[in-house]
């Protein structure tokens, strides 16, 4: 149901008062047929500096948001709405943001910093009023930016990309994957030089798969769904708010067969080293218990709070 349009004037004190959001969501759906709805009434608000992490599985619109908040697709209803003004194509507010959606395109027999300037002087602005130097140092390339690109890793080039939506000395960055593809010491400079740029006051949101990357860069996270926000607030929050536990027994095959048989037990993963559940309305007495009396010694049970968990148990909760 479309809302009415005085609920979609412009957030400018944020839902919770104070200080209009760097992004404010509201109501905003994306429907691309009568079959697909990739956006479902999602609202949302991300607060000036913030790292900002989106995360769900494959198909659960997360992409298409981010584009509808830069202007990229248009929504079938609600709004979205940058530092407090509503997004209308060619805003002005637009110089703002900086953003990484698709993959990097560069020119691979130019090099860094020639493919730098060639992007900035292509939309009609002279050289002297891009952030060149700043976003170079942020980037942290060094001399590498004067070989050609084509000799770049994907971490050069992602670093290079980071560089370019910098030169405008954006107050947001939008960015989509930003560590896809990239080999483990590759993605921890991308994570770095993110926490780099929220150090330089940019608000970050971002969407990733890697749950590991977003537990150690983010300070909020919104996790979405079949088109859904299913659950937002901080990573702490998040996490506290699983309960995943962890358990050693001396039979595996034998307690993951009970343990799936127990109410309010989900999520049974067993292999050779132990055996993680998720817990919803059971105690952890119950579970110790009722292994025991099946004979099934317990030689560990122990809490596990992180983001995968609490990522799984909240997409599974709302699949079920």
């Keep these: 149901m479309t809302r009415a349009e005085p609920q979609l004037s412009s957030p400018r004190a944020g839902r919770n008062g104070g200080e209009a959001a ?21 609202s949302l608000d991300v607060h000036k500096g913030a790292i900002y992490g989106l995360l769900g599985p494959n198909g659960a619109g997360k992409t298409t948001l981010l584009r509808t908040i830069l202007g990229l697709v248009h929504p079938t209803s609600g709004a979205a709405f940058l530092f407090g003004e509503r997004l209308t194509p060619g805003s002005p507010l637009l110089r703002r943001v900086g953003s990484l959606i698709e993959s990097p395109g560069f020119v691979p027999h130019l090099s860094g910093i020639e493919n730098l300037k060639a992007y900035w002087e292509a939309g009609g602005q002279a050289l002297s009023a891009a952030n060149l ?18 000799t770049y890793s994907k971490g050069m080039q992602q670093r290079l990309a980071l560089a370019q939506v910098l030169l ?38 971002l969407s990733s798969h890697i749950l590991v990357e977003v537990e150690q860069v983010c300070s909020h996270v919104a996790v979405m769904n079949l088109g859904k926000l299913v659950a937002s607030g901080t990573v702490d929050e998040l996490i506290g708010a699983s309960q995943s536990v962890y358990l050693e027994v001396d039979d595996v095959g034998r307690a993951v067969a009970l343990l799936k048989s127990i109410p309010g037990v989900s999520r049974v993963e067993g292999d050779a080293g132990g055996i993680s559940i998720s817990l919803s309305g059971v105690e952890r007495k119950v579970i110790v218990t009722a292994l025991v009396h099946a004979n099934i010694g317990v030689e560990t049970i122990e809490s596990r709070h992180r983001l995968e968990d609490a990522f799984l148990g909240i997409v599974e909760g709302t699949e079920s």
Excluded: C
């Excluded at 759906?29 to 479902?40: C, G, Y």
């Excluded at 130097?133 to 084509?150: E, N, P, T, W």
């Excluded at 960015?175 to 150090?199: F, K, N, Q």
């Design 22 to 42: 760097a992004i404010s969501v509201v109501s905003l759906s994306k429907r691309f047929s009568p079959d697909v709805l990739a956006v479902d009434d999602v």
């Design 133 to 150: 130097d700043q976003a170079l140092a942020i980037a942290g390339l060094g001399s590498a930016i004067r070989r050609k690109v084509r």
């Design 168 to 205: 405008n000395k954006p107050e947001l960055l939008v960015l989509d994957e930003p560590t896809i593809g990239l080999d483990p010491g590759e993605m921890r400079d991308v994570r770095e030089l993110i926490r780099s740029l929220a150090d330089h006051g940019a608000t970050v949101l």
